[in-house]
């Protein structure tokens, strides 16, 4: 192995002073901070519009309760037909017309309420509406049957279930939720990190194959040192570009809002908008607290740790198998035909941990799959923050460094032979032949 710290510095070098590796770790942050600049200018834009909606209310009831908004403002006309109210928005330039027919019962006058407007309105408005009109017809009917509505509000009950194990910790449904996304997000960022830089290392492999390169270098090196070292090497220089991305973003988001004054809280969608009214609750503002509650809930020492050890060791297995394919074809045409059985764990592991670790983080399927070594890097990422016994998680950790050490030997022999093997398509077949060599 004297050769391996070599071939990494070498592998590194040579990627991280392309000249293509430069400009795209440069330009990948502008234009993606230039795009999210785009879309925060654009999205403060829309929020700085006011909107003036006119509300022509023929049965008098429903009027008082629209009050102006930072963005919204309401005139209400009173004594005005239909016909000349159209023709006032008009030329007033006004957003729309909200026309309530005079109907005798609330039935009927909940179904004669017509919105007009020269375009379509946005959802977020027409839901707006109906949601104000909706609640304050509601509670006239209630008043209709003389309901006391007082007595409904006082006799509202809200049940919240605390949990609690047999050794006292306590956790709620938010608890549940910061898990699932902690989890989540682990998981994701392996996911498109193998994707991402495994194929890097696979372009890498073919690259110096068909350049002929690889015939003199294989010549004094042997071929799992040379495959470890191409692997290693174009992994640091991916963790290179990823810091400089994380950087370099940072400081241009900074740079882009101070001297352009672009205020990215602006990026909100009207889901957004209806949460922060939300918060004023008081309701809200208690799970939020719990929320927080729950961030420091997480172990979150253990969360780091195991998140460093199987994200390296599922990155090394795939990795290895992405440099066994390289090695096994001529172009990246070819690939094809074995990029199925790599993809498939992965994109099954993301399933398994959205659809049944959140469900049930310790049941059957998933402690299966967070053992399996092509899905335990995700599945098991996803499950530690629900408190996953330490002894599963050495096995599970156990399991997937052996496999990787088996998969590296298993690729090394594929690599020794397949790199000097050109203008044929292999197959799965001749795969084997090569393994048994």
């Known amino acids: 192995m004297n050769h391996l710290p070599l071939i990494i510095k070498r592998e590194y070098l040579s990627k991280v002073k392309n000249k293509s590796f430069i400009v795209m770790t440069i330009l990948s942050p502008i234009i993606m901070i230039a795009l999210i600049s785009v879309v925060a200018y654009l999205s403060q834009l829309n929020n700085d519009k006011v909107r003036t909606i006119l509300i022509l209310d023929e049965s008098g009831k429903v009027k008082d309760i629209f009050k102006n908004t930072d963005n919204t403002t309401y005139n209400i006309l009173d004594g005005m037909l239909l016909a000349d109210a159209k023709v006032l928005v008009t030329e007033t330039s006004g957003y729309g017309l909200l026309h309530i027919k005079n109907n005798h019962t609330i039935a009927q006058l909940s179904k004669g309420i017509k919105f007009y407007s020269e375009e379509s309105p946005s959802l977020s408005t027409i839901s707006n509406l109906e949601n104000k009109i909706e609640k304050h017809l509601t509670l006239m009917n209630y008043e209709a049957v003389g309901v006391d509505i007082e007595k409904i509000k006082a006799s509202k009950v809200n049940v919240d279930i605390f949990q609690e194990n047999f050794a006292g910790e306590t956790s709620s449904k938010t608890d549940s939720v910061i898990k699932l996304i902690f989890g989540g997000a682990a998981g994701y960022l392996l996911f498109m990190f193998i994707i991402i830089y495994g194929n890097m290392i696979m372009r890498s492999v073919i690259e110096e194959k068909t350049s002929r390169i690889i015939e003199v270098i294989v010549s004094s090196v042997k071929p799992i040192q040379l495959m470890l070292g191409k692997i290693i090497g174009t992994s640091l220089a991916g963790l290179t ?33 209806a949460i922060e009214q939300a918060m004023e609750n008081p309701e809200i503002n208690n799970q939020i607290q719990n929320g927080i509650q729950g961030f420091f809930n997480l172990p979150l020492t253990n969360l780091i740790v195991a998140f460093i050890f199987f994200f390296l060791s599922g990155y090394l297995l795939y990795s290895s198998l992405y440099a066994a394919i390289g090695a096994a074809v001529d172009n990246e045409t070819d690939t094809q035909q074995f990029m199925l059985p790599i993809i498939m764990p992965l994109i099954l592991a993301v399933y398994i941990g959205i659809f049944t670790v959140i469900e049930d983080p310790h049941g059957t399927v998933s402690t299966i799959f967070s053992f399996i070594p092509l899905t335990s890097p995700v599945v098991m990422l996803m499950r530690i923050p629900f408190g996953v016994p330490i002894w599963q998680q050495l096995l599970s950790l156990a399991i997937l460094i052996g496999t990787f050490i088996f998969t590296v030997w298993i690729a090394a022999k594929i690599y020794r032979v397949g790199i000097l093997m050109y203008g044929k398509k292999p197959t799965y077949k001749e795969l084997i032949k090569w393994i048994r060599y």
């Open 241 to 273: 570009q990823f810091a400089i991305w994380l950087l370099l973003g940072s400081v241009l988001l900074f740079v882009v809002s101070a001297i352009f004054g672009i205020d990215m809280a602006q990026m909100q969608t009207p889901q957004q908008a």
